[in-house]
């Protein structure tokens, strides 16, 4: 049955492909008569391919090395056989997820081939841009890692997010758990600018997001960190590369992969807040240390009797009155899964290789659902459907023709019209859990209505707003299509060879498909605890004073295409390449030109254009040199400064070739690399549009004024000057420094590398905002090149990989990263103390009062420092603010750099793990230090009751408390100090896995070849001091919180045909 | 082979069709108004800036405790800073957005300098306005100026003398400009103020482009307006403050700067003798009601207007407020935006009564005690006819309009049961609706400018409601009373103006008459000093909540000084029953120990008579300074 099936599988494949190409038939037709020709005076050689295992191995090609037209595939047993020219050929035996061999025959007839599982060595060959070089002759700093290294990031499905610690020098940072927002911050080596530090990715060399690639389909992911490895990239590429390479076939019958994760998340680390009773009392704790100078707080006090009631009410009517609500348990689910399944086929044959996957994930809703008697469902939820082909087709014997095509398909389910997590809006979905006090109301009382606050408007019910908000889709629609035609011109000169290609991308969205269900209220009440009286939102209806009924009045909407978010990119490619070897030397160079048209919406296509080259000189296998250059050109900026070119180059030395190494044996490998250069940026991002045209005043039209007393507008549309231009405008340079040492010792025991590295950018670009100029100049100035930036740093990496006499593999990879930016110059006002500047600090430098602790008597209020703001709001148990600029007063200027930024400074990551026979497993440690995060969780916000729990407070009694005690009515300033400024620091178990892999005979009678079956999490534990589980606040601020980030349980198999 | 492409430069031009050019803008009076107008747009709404608002920031209004983070407290505790990136202020907001058509993106800070950049920019590009007549020119030329000028007046009330600003600056150029002093800025500020009144007509309506619009011109820059803030300005600049300087002990207060206050009387009285001569669109709105406690205006064909319609209208088809009588108004481009919450923030919380946000802008009693008697004099004056027992009763006509007492039927429709207790305010000392949080710790609310039905029951804010709220920046009544001080400050209450018939005590008594006051009493009449202080409380009164009480304060010299620096509560005890008040008018409630209670004492120093600037901008270059003492 298998057989059969990989039969039609391939027979598919190659049939329509015939049919889409008759040329590509009389391709076929003439390769195979040209083997059909050679097959005189033959030698006949017959073999079987099996894994380290042992095991056979079915499907994996064989095919001669100085011709790949002569070829065979191993059979269900792992044999093959082939006829062969001369009893002396070389043949190449591969497949996929090996290591290919290549095997020197030497007469043998019969032989046997032990292909090596590739993840050990596949760094063998390094994606690098435009091409592929041998990791051995690499001279610049890339780190690679394989699509199954981001596997094991148990239950991960978004890419991003699975190569936290997998790769040295990158830092990742989540922020949210929404599903299919998942996308972590990331930044390679540090930001050196202000303006993003988003590093260029391209999928398979175009660029495009992340989150349209599926984990199962990714080949390889490279990461270019100096200045020689990304310099081709030119612009865009100065905060470093991120190479996404999917999947290709290889020659052989057809291999078929099935997995399956079946995943379960928890929410991770919320902060901690009192419950009504505890708030109360500490709220009577608030009004009592504050009455001094504002005595009117005391109106506000509770008495004991009726604090005791939220804790012990007497009946059900008095638990409603007196509310005690845990939020964090009503809106979350205990928890809620995702799944994931991907089927992926390759093969194929001398003429077309393919590979084809289907990939669906499926990220369920923490939130929990509430019965709205509405008949529909709101809340969260994320879909995804991947679908890639890839193709190769061998057009001529110097042509190859490869097709890419692929399709995302993501379907987000949200509340109506929310979508944007960082809303304040949306924010309110899960407000409950870190903001909403626990005594304003319960969610939804016994009689159905819901519960409100009369007295704020700005009070959500999260139950209330998720319940009632009406439930829609945003599918995200990306297809994207390469075509590339590769053709060896060995007959213009050997060695050379052109690349062609052209791209097209396009996306699409829909929005507003589902349930419209606003400005239909439901009952809302609230009970007053001091009265019991039951105030109702809606007492009766507005406009006829009947008694108010809740109706279902919601709509269904059909979608709508959002016309300002399709995109279109096109993108093409002409790029030559020539290499050859001279006795000792090696030498290639390649030149590209490409050019990229993108634009959403209606918008004006963003144009860009580049000019790259590339050489390299290798003598002897050991030393290196590598020489880049681009010319890149900007829209950005005026004709004048349009175009600049970008050089750099590196060298390298493999010290292990040289004679004088060789004694010593316990060196496998050393080398050193250096490299230096400059590459260009002109991205300049302002609240999210990226500025254009930089050097012209541009003026804009449209819009009226409301000039008419009974609301019309004005017949006149407005003319405005919408940007101020600066014709001087230009290239942002980073000029990048690289050391790098290779190393490898007792046989592959350590290997690892380290790297040391340096980026002084210039000519920053410093949006107009940002800048110095008085504000008498009327509007946002130009912007201009005013910034210096020093990034420096170090990567630390070690492998080491053990197999024990048992065959047990134990292995293990460290790493760290450490880079640390320092602004040199930025605009700052003149007349700025060096401490109020941003030179000087590092990019996003956080800044706080800081304090020498608690004022802890009357006596040191009063001797303490004068607040220029509420200075009579001053009381014991305040912080001691610091004058540090010695001026005698607390003010602005006493506002200092304190702690980090709120990128971290350092990482580490550790994985530990073993194999043996089928079992293996592994933990993965990941950890970040030297970093700020601010969390704004203020206390008694808006006279509510909501107490978090962030240490002892301080009292006359207790004056080696952990906090001030916050305040209800009164009003001091620079009291926060530096509390809400928290040790972003972590650890975190960020993945475990345990095992099993099948091969024997009872999984071959299932007719399979193996199968996996795995269990493993992400994000299990963590230990930090922060109060919620977020490494960074960009999907909401820190005091608004996010959707919850979570802990993955996740059971998975994998099994291949 | 690919080296062999030339590469097009012109591949990354932006195409010449994409771009809208500025010569476009100024060809002719449609493009050219279109460029203006974006300026009108920027006038930020000093009520509905943000869901909660705060513009009162004299010895006029307290908040109650859940305000405390609002301008209206922060100021009480000396904090001026407060006004920088605050929400709920309309002096400066952390975003802002010229071309927002979101009542909350506008504020006075970013947007002066913008729209400054813009007049400027317009002024210098007149001559490519070609295709125009004579009368069009100058519609476009007397609003530019009239914007420079008025921009820098506003922003030269809170933070005094600055460089004025008549020319458009490059990308490049590097900008070291000097603060001037206020009498510079002043007489900039006026030159401009003058050309715009000699270049513009007093009604669009009569000129032949206003007719393409007509009807609909009522808030576009007139000569009347420049008229006005060409008075206004040099009342300001001839104000004892800017003239002494910042100081404390109030000695200065009487001491105005003739020159600048002849200036100033004579260009009110041009504008007087306008108005009062028929020529222009305006009138003093009636005052006129069969029942004051409701707005509800008298019968007759003669009633055409009614005070309250300048500052909301209800059930008039979201009608913008100003009536007849306001003379400079911004947009209020959301109609409804006054329901969320402005109209919210006036009523007493307690149950819930009126909804929403728990902000209350609460009178002090302080302030209400300058509303005087029905006979014109004040309520200090021996004979008055003031009764401690009777304290409500025979007052100025306006405190019935402006001021809920005690007593007071707040909700006029049917309410639950339980609730019935708060029909009529309970505002003596412990009453219903004297809570600290929810409702007046001052013992008054204010329905001068949102009317008392903005309540659950009566619905006033509710869609069906139509209520609108604006307070324009100018209006006729302000030109009286600034006419009036301006003539005293030169030569007390018999002075005038050489081309207006009244006197400075006539203008008060016309605003006496339209309410039906008796007139400035003789005894204040007779020194200059004495009459000021007339003109000063009927300033109070007539104004009173509208967001002039502040400049007022300062320009005075009496922001530091007592009794104008504390703020106190109306403690008294109820006689009659509750079941009085549902039978009588509350006026004529008697009651017992009525006494004041300080509440707040603001303990200012010279410093306070200037706001801050931002720290960044001082920053700078040295010439940009700080005002003093901050």
């Known amino acids: 049955m298998k057989n059969k099936f990989r039969k039609i599988m391939s027979n598919v494949f190659f049939s329509t492909t015939i049919k889409k190409s008759s040329l590509a038939f009389l391709f076929l037709l003439v390769s195979s008569c040209f083997t059909i020709s050679m097959a005189q005076n033959r030698v006949f050689v017959r073999g079987t391919v099996v894994s380290e295992q042992q095991e056979p191995i079915i499907g994996a090609a064989i095919v001669l090395k100085s011709d790949k037209t002569v070829g065979s595939i191993t059979d269900i047993d792992g044999k093959f056989s082939l006829s062969l020219p001369s009893a002396n050929a070389t043949i190449v035996v591969s497949y996929l997820g090996m290591q290919t061999q290549e095997i020197e025959l030497k007469g043998k007839t019969n032989i046997i081939v032990t292909l090596k599982d590739s993840n050990l060595n596949l760094d063998e060959l390094v994606v690098v841009g435009y091409g592929q070089q041998k990791k051995e002759s690499l001279v610049g700093a890339i780190t690679q890692t394989s699509g199954k290294v981001l596997e094991r990031a148990g239950g991960v499905s978004n890419v991003g997010a699975a190569l936290t610690g997998n790769l040295p020098g990158v830092v990742t940072m989540q922020s949210s758990g929404l599903p299919g927002e998942e996308d972590p911050k990331i930044i390679i080596r ?104 504002t005595p009117e707080s005391w109106s506000y006090i509770k008495p004991q009797s009726v604090i005791d009631k939220y804790r012990y009410p007497s009946n059900a009517l008095e638990a409603e009155r007196y509310p005690n609500v845990d939020w964090q348990d009503v809106l979350f689910k205990d928890y809620t899964t995702s799944n994931n399944v991907n089927l992926n086929v390759s093969g194929g044959t001398a003429f077309v290789k393919y590979f084809t996957s289907a990939d669906f994930v499926h990220e369920g809703d923490i939130l929990e659902e509430w019965d709205n008697g509405r008949n529909y469902q709101s809340g969260y939820g994320y879909n995804r459907l991947n679908i890639r082909t890839n193709l190769d087709f061998q057009i001529s014997k110097t042509t190859q023709l490869k097709v890419n095509i692929s399709g995302s398909n993501g ?66 629609t990306r297809i994207a299509t390469d075509f590339v035609l590769q053709q060896d011109l060995k007959f213009i000169t050997k060695g050379l060879s052109f690349r062609g290609s052209i791209s097209w991308d396009n996306a699409f969205v829909e929005y507003n498909r589902g349930v419209n269900d606003l400005y239909n209220d439901a009952q809302l009440k609230w009970i007053d605890p001091e009265t019991g009286l039951t105030t109702y939102k809606k007492e009766y209806e507005n406009n006829n004073k009947f008694d108010f009924m809740q109706s279902v009045l919601w709509n269904t909407s059909g979608g709508e295409v959002q016309d300002w978010s399709t995109q279109r990119n096109l993108n093409y490619q002409l790029q030559l390449n020539w290499g050859r070897e001279f006795g000792k030397h090696n030498v290639s160079a390649m030149g590209v030109m490409s050019r990229q048209e993108t634009a959403t919406g209606s918008m004006i ?75 260009g940026d002109d991205n300049i991002v302002v609240n999210n549009v990226p500025l254009r045209w930089m050097y012209m005043t541009q003026w804009a039209y449209g819009g009226n004024s409301s000039l008419d007393v009974s609301n019309g507008t004005s017949k006149y549309t407005w003319y405005r000057e919408k940007a101020v231009g ?258 972003g620091s972590y650890v975190r178990l960020k993945n475990a896995e345990v095992a099993y892999t099948f091969n024997g005979g009872w999984v071959k009678s299932l007719g399979l070849n193996n199968l996996r079956i795995f269990l493993n999490g992400n994000n299990l534990w963590v230990w930090s001091v922060m109060p919620d589980d977020r490494e960074s606040n960009f999907a909401g601020a820190g005091g608004q919180g996010a959707y919850p980030t979570m802990k993955r349980f996740n059971l998975g198999l994998k099994l291949t045909l | 082979m690919i080296f062999g492409v030339v590469s097009c430069e012109s591949y990354l031009d932006k195409e010449a069709d994409s771009t809208i050019s500025e010569v476009e803008a100024f060809k002719n009076f449609t493009n050219f108004q279109g460029f203006v107008e974006e300026i009108y747009n920027c006038i930020p709404d000093k009520e509905k800036n943000d869901w909660t608002a705060s513009w009162n920031w004299g010895d006029d209004e307290v908040f109650n405790l859940e305000g405390s983070w609002h301008m209206t407290n922060q100021v009480d505790l000396g904090n001026f800073w407060a006004w920088q990136n605050g929400g709920g202020n309309w002096l400066d907001k952390s975003s802002t957005d010229p071309t927002s058509t979101d009542k909350f993106k506008h504020a006075l800070w970013p947007h002066a300098w913008y729209c400054i950049r813009k007049a400027n920019m317009g002024l210098e590009n007149l001559d490519k306005l070609t295709e125009a007549t004579q009368e069009e020119k100058d519609l476009i030329a007397g609003q530019l100026y009239f914007f420079r000028a008025w921009w820098h007046f506003e922003l030269m009330q809170y933070f005094g003398g600055l460089p004025y600003i008549d020319k458009v600056f490059s990308a490049t150029e590097k900008l070291t400009l000097p603060r001037l002093s206020y009498a510079e800025c002043a007489d900039k500020a006026g030159a401009d103020f003058k050309k715009a009144a000699d270049l513009l007509p007093i009604n669009w309506d009569n000129t032949k482009v206003g007719a393409n619009t007509t009807g609909k011109n009522q808030l576009r820059i007139n000569k009347i307006m420049a008229l006005g803030y060409l008075g206004k300005n040099y009342l300001w600049a001839g104000s004892p403050l800017m003239k002494n300087g910042a100081q404390t002990g109030g000695s200065q207060t009487y001491n105005y700067d003739a020159t600048y206050c002849t200036k100033a009387a004579e260009a009110f009285g041009e504008l007087l003798t306008l108005v009062e001569g028929g020529q222009t669109q305006y009138a003093l709105a009636q005052y006129a009601y069969k029942d ?47 329901n969320w919450n402005t109209t919210k923030t006036f009523g007493p919380k307690v149950q819930g009564l009126v909804e929403h946000d728990n902000i209350i802008h609460q009178p002090t009693a302080n302030y209400v005690n300058f509303y005087g008697m029905a006979n014109g004099l004040p309520l200090n004056d021996p004979q008055s006819g003031f009764d401690p027992n009777y304290p409500f009763k025979n007052r100025d006509p306006r405190f019935y309009h402006d001021i809920v007492f005690d007593g007071f039927k707040y909700v006029n429709s049917t309410m639950p049961a339980e609730m019935e207790y708060l029909r009529y305010c309970g505002l003596h000392t412990g009453g219903t609706m004297r809570s600290e949080a929810s409702a007046s710790k001052t013992g008054y609310f204010i329905q001068k400018l949102v009317p008392h039905t903005a309540n659950k029951y009566d619905g006033a804010y509710n869609w069906s409601g139509s209520l609108h709220t604006y307070l324009p920046y100018m209006r006729l009544g302000d030109i009286y009373l600034m006419y009036a001080e301006a003539c005293a400050a030169v030569g007390g209450a018999s002075a005038k103006s050489t081309n207006f018939a009244k006197t400075a005590e006539d203008a008060i008594n016309t605003l006496r008459k339209r309410v039906k006051a008796g007139s400035v009493n003789a005894k204040y009449t007779a020194e200059r000093t004495k009459f000021i202080d007339e003109v000063r409380r009927e300033r109070a009164v007539e104004l009173s909540f509208e967001g002039f009480r502040f400049n007022d304060l300062q320009r005075w010299l009496l922001l530091t000084e007592y009794p104008y620096n504390v703020k106190t509560a109306q403690e008294f005890d109820r006689v009659e029953n509750d079941d009085f008040y549902k039978t009588n008018d509350p006026r004529n409630a008697r009651i017992s120990n009525f006494r004041e209670k300080v509440i707040v004492t603001r303990l200012f120093g010279t410093k306070h008579y200037w706001f801050p600037l931002k720290v960044k901008d001082i920053s700078i270059y040295p010439e940009f300074g700080q005002n003093p003492g901050w």
Do not use: C
């Not at chain 1, 992911?221 to 990239?233: G, R, Y």
């Not at chain 1, 080259?613 to 050109?633: D, P, S």
């Not at chain 2, 707005?295 to 319609?309: L, Q």
């Open chain 1, 190 to 293: 540090g930001s050196s600018s202000w303006n993003g530090s988003d590093p260029l990715v391209l999928v398979d060399g175009i660029e495009r997001p992340m989150s349209g690639v599926d984990i199962s389909s990714v080949e390889s992911i490279s990461v270019l960190k100096d200045a020689s490895a990304t310099a081709v990239f030119g612009v865009k590429g100065a905060n470093g590369v991120i190479l996404i390479t999917t999947k290709r076939g290889k020659e052989g019958s057809a291999k078929i992969d099935v997995s399956a994760n079946m995943t379960v998340k928890v929410p991770s680390k919320l902060p901690n807040k009192f419950d009504s009773y505890d708030a109360l009392m500490a709220r009577n704790v608030a009004i009592e240390n504050e009455l001094g100078i």
């Open chain 1, 411 to 476: 379907i987000k389910k949200s509340p109506w019209n929310q979508t944007n997590s960082s809303d304040w809006a949306v924010a309110q979905q899960w407000a409950g859990a870190y903001n909403i006090a626990p005594d304003v109301f319960i969610p939804q009382y016994a009689d159905g209505s819901w519960g409100f606050y009369p007295s704020i408007s700005n009070v959500s019910n999260s139950a209330a707003n998720l319940a009632l908000a009406g439930v829609m889709t945003t599918t995200n």
């Open chain 1, 605 to 679: 296509p963003f144009y860009r254009e580049d000019w790259v080259f590339r050489t390299t000189y290798g003598y002897a296998n050991k030393y290196f040199f590598e020489y880049n250059g681009a010319y890149n050109g900007s829209e950005r900026f005026s004709a004048e400064n349009r175009f600049a070119f970008f050089n750099s180059g590196a060298l390298g030395w493999l010290i292990t070739e040289e004679e004088f190494m060789k004694p010593l044996r316990f060196i496998d490998m050393l080398k050193v690399r250096a490299s230096y250069g400059e590459i």
């Open chain 1, 726 to 983: 600066n014709p001087d405008v230009h290239w942002e340079t980073v000029k990048k420094t690289n050391l790098g040492l290779d190393y490898s010792f007792l046989g592959g025991l350590f290997a690892g590398s380290v790297e040391l590295f340096r980026d002084n950018r210039r000519d920053i670009l410093v949006d107009g905002a940002a800048r110095a100029v008085a504000p008498y100049y009327g509007t946002t100035p130009a912007t201009a090149n005013l910034g210096k930036v020093k990034t420096e740093g170090y990567e630390l990496e070690l492998r080491i990989n053990k197999v024990l006499a048992n065959k047990m593999r134990l292995w293990g990879n460290f790493s760290m990263t450490h880079a640390k930016n320092i602004i040199l110059e930025k605009d700052d006002p003149a007349l700025y103390a060096a401490y109020q500047k941003a030179s000087g600090f590092s990019i996003g430098q956080n800044k706080a009062y800081v304090d020498a602790g608690f004022v802890n008597n009357y006596d040191e209020v009063y001797a303490s420092t004068v607040h220029d703001k509420t200075d009579l709001h001053k009381l014991p148990g305040d912080y001691y603010v610091i004058d540090f600029n010695a001026d005698g007063v607390i003010d602005s200027k006493d506002n200092v750099p304190y702690g980090y930024s709120d990128n971290p400074e350092n990482t580490y990551n550790a994985t530990l793990g073993f194999e043996w026979k089928g079992f293996s497993a592994f933990v993965q440690f990941y950890g970040v230090n030297n970093v700020t995060r601010v969390v704004n969780l203020t206390s008694f916000g808006n006279k509510l009751n909501t107490v978090y729990d962030l240490g002892t407070w301080w009292a006359n009694d207790h004056s080696n408390a952990e906090i001030t005690t916050p305040r209800w009515t009164s009003t001091p300033t620079y009291n926060d100090g530096t509390q809400y400024l928290f040790d």
């Open chain 2, 292 to 338: 004051i406690y409701n707005h509800i205006k008298a019968d007759g064909d003669t009633v055409k207007s009614r005070f309250a319609d300048l500052f909301y209208t209800t059930g008039q088809g979201w009608l913008m407020p100003g009536s007849v009588e306001a003379i400079f108004r911004g947009p209020s481009t959301d109609y409804n935006g006054s």
